[in-house]
């Protein structure tokens, strides 16, 4: 079992930047892949970004280039560095991390955290 908890959301004006920081229990998190969903106001919850156990990358097009997902394994953390930000990224951003041979979303998901961009 693994839990994650986010923090780091808040209410930022359009144009500024938020780090997002999710912590995970569990001693096999390095070999998780771990990615970033939010779920705006009326919306669906859509995929962000990922990072799969070996490495590989991906953002979805409305935040590529303003938005950078990490790990750090030793600390068993993950992040989302988000630049640029725009009203249209207001939403409840979620970690989600699990093995990722069942594909996504991953198995273990965080509590959530509000992201607010005014404009």
């Known amino acids: 079992q693994v839990q994650l908890v986010e923090s780091g959301g808040g209410l930022v004006q359009s144009g500024g930047s938020l780090r997002l920081s999710c912590a995970a229990s569990?001693?096999?998190?390095?070999?998780?892949?771990v990615a970033w969903y939010r779920q705006g106001p009326g919306k669906q919850r859509e995929l962000v970004a990922y990072?799969?156990?070996?490495?590989?990358?991906n953002y979805a097009d409305s935040v590529q280039g303003r938005f950078t997902i990490s790990r750090d394994n030793a600390k068993k953390a993950m992040y989302l560095q988000m630049n640029n930000l725009k009203p249209e990224d207001t939403a409840v951003y979620y970690c989600?991390?699990?093995?990722?041979?069942?594909?996504?979303?991953?198995?273990?998901w965080g509590q959530g955290t509000q992201v607010t961009v005014s404009s």
């Open positions: 989600n991390a699990g093995p990722s041979g069942q594909g996504r979303p991953y198995a273990y």
């Open positions: 569990g001693s096999i998190f390095s070999i998780y892949s």
């Open positions: 990072i799969t156990g070996g490495g590989n990358i």
